[in-house]
Structure formats: C-alpha cells, structure tokens
C-alpha cells in the first residue's frame, strides 16, 4: 500500500490534473541524478529533474508473486561533461549506469511538491541506437534470482580482498600504480611504475583508469608481462576501454589471484582464510569403477 499526499489526492480528485512523471536514478558511487519528460526542470526530492534528455518510458509491468517485472525508458544522449542535464554515450560505455537505482515518480508539475513514490528498479541492459539509448527497468525481484550459499569447488570462491578472504588491497605488496608509456591497441598498453613487482604479479587483477577522460573504467587483467630488454610492462585488460588511453593516463593496479590453494599460500600467505575444497574428490573419482587386479596374485584382488 502506498501512502499518497494529502494535497496529491485533492489534485487526483480534481477535474483537471497536471501531472508529470520524474526518475531519479542514482548510481552506484552515490552520484544522483534526476530525468523528467515535462518540458521544464522539476524538483523532486531534493533533486532537479531536467527535461532536456526527452525520456519516453513504456508501461511498466508487475508479474504475479514474486516474478520479475519491469520495463523500459529511452531518451537522447548528449555529448560534452557529464552533467544533470544529460548523460553520454561514454558514460555508459564505463559502465557508471551498471545497476543504478531507478526510483519512479509521479507529481503535479504545477506544484512539484506534490508527489507520490511509485515504485523502485534497477537499469539492467541499455541499448543504443545512434543518439538514442533505451534502458530496461528491472523490479527488485530480480535480485532473488541469484545464486547464494557457498560454492563447493577445489578452488577459492573468495574474491579477493573481501571479508572472507582477509586481504587487504590497500597493502603496498598488493596494489600499484603505472603510468601509461605507449599504446599497442585499446586492450593492450605499455606501462611504466611495476618495476617492482614480479612478471604475472597483477595477471588476473583489477586495473582502474584514474585520469583522463576513461576515468572510473575498470576492468581485469589478462596478462601482466614483462620483456627483459625493456624497462616498460606490458598489460592486457580482457574488456578493451571505451576510448584508447593516452600516454601519461594513470593506473592504479591491484594484485591477481587464480584462486589456487598454492598461490593463496604462496603469493598471500593466506593460507588459513582459503575458501576452497582442494581435497574435494574430482569428476574422475566419482565416475571410477572397480577393476581386476593384474598382477601376481590370485586375481581376487580388486583394485578401484
């Protein structure tokens, strides 16, 4: 049951009404932003709703129980500084819209304080098409169909550095930073600044753009490599950046763990927060059958 404003109601039970609707989305780094598809800025819930962004929502649908409903929002995308007036292609090739909350709203325009909180989503897929992008609308159910417990494997299903794993990423033996000192492709790049680090010490890591304008792209490393005739590394990211990173882009670098009970020991000496099951029978075991015995016996030995 939703609460409805008192005001709000005397206006919906008025023979004309003025209503707008009004979305305020706010990302993952707290960054909140408001969209309206009146034709002048609103003020919802401390937040300036802008116009200029032309949003187009489709109905949006609520399935029985627990099921996933949803919708879509569409819109015009803008180019220069991110700002509230606008967002940029480039904003979502960094993925800063990646699960923002979406929280749906309906007010009178002519008395923006008159609103009512309709409902709440995640954006999930967006899709472009030129200067248009649409954007899908995910109900918080969807959260319930995600896998949770624990994963029983020969291998750590820890990530690194959260709580259960124990490291600390902000230690110097497992962060760095590089400086970028050539470009061989937008996934591949030359780096200066882990001379002290083994060769592979951040295969497997988490590489972050700190300046430039790919600011807050992230991605893991594929291959951290060194040639011993150069003083520069090499670094493979597996997801190329939305744009090619200039030289003197900063990086900041944390170390790669494959997960392995041998590398958690000797590379974190972390072996007593191990999340794994090395001794955990294989697929080779389980599908192993008792056979004869060849040998010098009787042959009444058996043998799996």
Known sequence: MKDVPLNLVAHLASRTTTLAWAWLVT?????????TDHDRPLAVDGVTCHPENGLDPTAMQTGPDLAVGGGE???ALRS????GEGLRDLDLELGLWDGAE??????????PGEAMLLRRAQIGEVSRSGARFTAELRSLSHQLEGTRGRVFSPTCDADLGEARCGIDLTDPRYAGSALVSATVSRAELRVTGL???DEGWFTGGLVRVT???ATGFASEISAHQRDGSSADDTLVFWQE??????????LSLTAGCDKRLATCREKFANLLNFQGFPHMPGNDFVLSYPVRNSGENDGSALRV
């Open 27 to 35: 990302r993952r780094d707290e960054v909140r932003l408001g969209f």
């Open 73 to 75: 929002v569409s819109g």
């Open 80 to 83: 220069g500084a991110l700002s």
């Open 102 to 111: 979406v929280a749906i709203w309906r007010v009178n325009w002519q008395a």
């Open 195 to 197: 001379s002290g680090f």
């Open 211 to 213: 300046s430039g304008e």
């Open 241 to 250: 950046p939305p744009v090619c990173l200039t030289i003197g882009t900063t």
